[in-house]
Nanobody
Framework: QVQLVESGGGVVQAGGSLRLSCVAS????????MGWFRQAPGKEREFVAT????????DYADSVKGRFIISRDNAKNTVYLQMNSLKPEDTAVYYC?????????????????WGQGTQVTVSS
């Protein structure tokens, strides 16, 4: 069984930065695409960023493109989400997920394992 544990969330002022980490245990995820999603109160879970198994290809939601960077360190079984120029509308619980495939995935049903989430709050 794979376990994903996110960390790095917190409260930050608008314009600030946070770096989220997601550490996997149970087995290596170096052959899996990975993703970050977020869910704000009263809203559905939405895609944020995705990265292939190799880390060579990434993609982002339009709302975060140019501000967020997803990366991974397969030696550490860890995925990161660097969030810059944060806005109040980025406030949400952020979830890390392990994909079913090696490539890019955008839909929650393409991910088999999920973390418990980490809260990010951006104040104006």
């Amino acid at each position: 069984q794979v376990q994903l544990v996110e960390s790095g969330g917190g409260v930050v002022q608008a314009g600030g930065s946070l770096r989220l980490s997601c550490v996997a245990s149970g087995r290596t995820l170096s052959s899996n695409g990975m993703g970050w999603f977020r869910q704000a109160p009263g809203k559905e879970r939405e895609f944020v960023a995705t990265i292939t198994w190799s880390g060579l290809t990434t993609d982002y939601a339009d709302s975060v493109k140019g501000r967020f960077i997803i990366s991974r360190d397969n030696a550490k079984n860890t995925v990161y989400l660097q969030m810059n120029s944060l806005k109040p509308e980025d406030t949400a619980v952020y979830y890390c997920a392990a994909g079913r495939y090696r490539g890019i995935s955008y839909r929650p049903n393409e991910y088999d394992f999920w973390g418990q989430g980490t809260q990010v709050t951006v104040s104006s």
